[in-house]
């Protein structure tokens, strides 16, 4: 038996893959994925055993995480649905499919956990959201439960009609920040840096400007006041921000994104 089974090595997949790897040894894994070329190859980089059938991955792991697009869970879920039961645990990837849905489409198997992550997962720096009934699970599983996230970032646990807020804050948004380094880059190469050299420095800025928020815990304001200086350029930089409607733009794509999950 193994200890988890992971079913879709896409970009999520591999990612907590990696992960799960160096903190629990491949031996205790197992993995499917659609194509036998993609899981051979990824077998024989990892160490981890390819199984060739869904069914089989739920059947020998003692947790599945269910890591394929949502288009793809009504298919992978009846695949499925037989061999899940007893004390399995069913993680989920998917954003908008809710716990009920899943408990309804597995024939009443309701030890299921719900999350979101994101693609920083790739390098150990991910946020993940994690949404179960406690009630379902005793304390070392929800300690094990704990311990698969954290293993590849950050995880905070919420209720379930928050997971739509969780995808546009932590889901999605790596995108924003891609975005504000590229452009934030541009600007470098517009006064004379390399494109490669702007990157870095961009990349980097945000990179510890995160860190000071979450290691001081200040709030970002004050760490914002500590950089502007009185009649300062920074100043002149964020009015100019405010005046182009910075943090309006910020809210504005958030409210997409969360529509979006929310189909309005
Ligand atoms: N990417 C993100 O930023 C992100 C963030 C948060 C949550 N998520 C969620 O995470 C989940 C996975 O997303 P992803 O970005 O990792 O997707 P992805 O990169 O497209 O990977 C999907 C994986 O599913 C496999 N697959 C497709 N059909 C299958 C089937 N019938 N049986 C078994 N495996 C099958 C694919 O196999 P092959 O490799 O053989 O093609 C591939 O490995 C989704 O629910 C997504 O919404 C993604």
Redesign the pocket.
């Known amino acids: 038996m193994a200890e988890i089974g992971l ?7 591999s990612a907590v893959m990696k992960a799960l790897v160096e903190k629990k040894g491949a031996e205790k894994l197992l993995f ?4 036998k070329e ?2 051979e190859r990824v077998s024989g980089e990892t160490g981890v055993r390819f199984e060739p059938s ?1 069914k089989l991955v739920a059947e020998k792991s003692d947790l599945v995480i269910l ?4 288009v ?1 869970y009504p ?2 879920l009846s695949e499925i649905r037989d061999v899940m039961g007893g004390r399995k645990i069913l993680v989920s ?3 908008g499919i809710s716990i009920a849905d899943l408990t309804e489409k597995l024939g009443g198997f309701d030890r299921i956990v719900r999350c ?4 920083p997962a790739k390098v150990g720096e991910g946020m993940t959201g994690v949404s179960y009934d406690e009630t379902k699970f005793t304390g070392e599983e929800q300690e094990r439960i704990g311990d698969i996230f954290r293993s590849f970032g950050r995880m905070v646990k919420v209720e379930e009609r928050l997971m739509d807020a969780v995808t546009t804050v932590s ?1 999605s948004s790596p995108a924003f920040v891609f975005l504000f380094i590229n452009a934030l880059a541009d600007a470098g190469v517009r006064y004379g840096l390399r494109k490669s050299d702007a990157i870095e420095m961009a990349a980097q800025t945000v990179l510890g400007s995160a860190k000071l928020v979450l290691e001081t815990k200040e709030h970002p304001e004050v760490l914002k006041d500590q950089v502007c200086s009185p009649a300062g350029t920074t100043i002149e930089a964020v009015a100019a921000l405010e005046e182009a409607g910075f943090r309006s733009a910020v809210l504005r794509g958030a409210d997409a994104c969360y529509r979006k999950c929310i189909g309005k």
């Open positions: 079913i879709g090595m896409g970009n999520m997949g499917s994925c659609r194509t993609h899981g869904n890591a394929v697009k949502p793809i298919q992978v990837f998917a954003p979101m992550p994101n693609t889901g």
